[in-house]
Every structure is written in C-alpha cells, then in structure tokens.
C-alpha cells in the first residue's frame, strides 16, 4: 500500500556533501513525521534526524550542524543535506516515515530499502 523510495547514497570525499531523498507513495492519508535513520555495519540503526508535519526537527547529536533535513509536504518527500561528512558518517540510510493509509485510523511506521553512504578517501 506504501512504498518509500530513496535516492542520492554514494561515495564521498571526507568533507563533501550529499543530498538524500525519499518519496513516499501509495494509499496514503495522513502524514505524521519522516525521517532518517542509518546503520553502519555492526551497529544498531540510529536516529539521524526527524521532522513532523508541523516542521518541528529532531537531530541526533553527531549530525547537529552539519545535516539539515527538510520535506515537500505537496510531494511526500523529505530530503536529508549532509555536508562536511565524516568517514564515521559511513552507513547504510534509512528513509522512515509514520502515516495514516486511507480508510485506517491507524498511524504505522514505514521503511525504504536503504541506500548506501560511503564516506572515504
């Protein structure tokens, strides 16, 4: 009923940037919050950075300052800018998002398939 497709991972010099991007389709009514969330091998997945419908964000603390995440509310999209990455930025990203499909009166949680961050010289 929902799909959530991501694009934009890749390899980056430490210190560039890149721009992610999910788009959220399908049945859907509602939008509550998006977000990202990355897994770096042998690591539990991690917050990295949220925002709700009514724009409020929520950064996890080693990305403060340097990743910005922001959405299309027309397009379902939610974008997430990293610049000045880091090799520990490394990980595979996760778009997420929690909505209301037609016809529920629930909210569920989402996920894209991933997309790959490769931070190295």
């Given amino acids: 009923q929902v799909q959530l497709v991501e ?4 390899l980056v010099q430490p210190g560039g940037s890149l ?3 999910c788009a959220a389709s399908g049945r859907i009514f509602s939008i509550d919050a998006m977000g990202w969330y990355r897994q770096a091998p042998g690591k539990q997945r991690e917050l990295v950075a949220t925002i709700t419908s009514g724009a409020s964000t929520n950064y996890a603390d080693s990305v403060k300052g340097r990743f910005t995440i922001s959405r299309d509310l027309g397009k379902n999209t939610v974008y997430l800018q990293m610049n000045s990455l880091k090799p520990e930025d490394t990980a595979v990203y996760y778009c997420n998002a929690v909505l209301r499909v037609v016809l529920s009166t629930k909210t569920n949680a989402y996920w894209g398939q991933g997309t790959q961050v490769t931070v190295s010289s």
């Fill in 7 to 10: 694009s934009g991972g890749g």
């Fill in 19 to 21: 721009r992610l991007s």
